[in-house]
């Protein structure tokens, strides 16, 4: 079941840009972290960034600095703008929200995921 709502994905050229939008049921502080994950073809879901609470960012180590994460709290709203995109990060992006396994919330596996937006990068 489908629960978080994405948007943005689309074809690109080489080296452009692109900003995917997601929108939450919720509040964001009712999730230990939100953040993208992306599947290629023939590959695993794997993560893009996230940000937790707190406010704390992490990348995955292939972004090499290309990507931008942000939120806004106030609309239930995470985005991610990538910048500088390569073919090999044509894929399908997913927005995830979940809890981790951390303690702190009721349910420390909970987690949602939204349909996936497609992001193609070519010329």
């Known amino acids: 079941q489908v629960q978080l709502k994405e948007s943005g994905g689309g074809l690109v050229q080489p080296g452009g840009s692109l900003l995917l939008n997601c929108a939450l049921p919720e509040s964001i502080y009712d999730f230990f972290a939100v953040g993208w994950y992306r599947q290629a073809p023939g590959k695993q879901r794997e993560l893009v960034a996230d940000i937790t609470s707190g406010g704390r960012i992490q990348f995955a180590d292939y972004v090499q600095g290309r990507f931008e994460i942000f939120r806004d709290i106030a609309a239930n709203m995470v985005f991610l703008r990538l910048n500088s995109l390569k073919p090999e990060d044509t894929a399908v992006y997913y927005c995830?929200?979940?809890?981790?396994?951390?303690?702190?919330?009721?349910?420390?596996?909970?987690?949602?995921w939204g349909q996936g937006t497609l992001v193609t990068v070519s010329s």
């Open positions: 995830h929200a979940g809890n981790n396994g951390s303690r702190g919330y009721p349910d420390p596996y909970r987690e949602l």
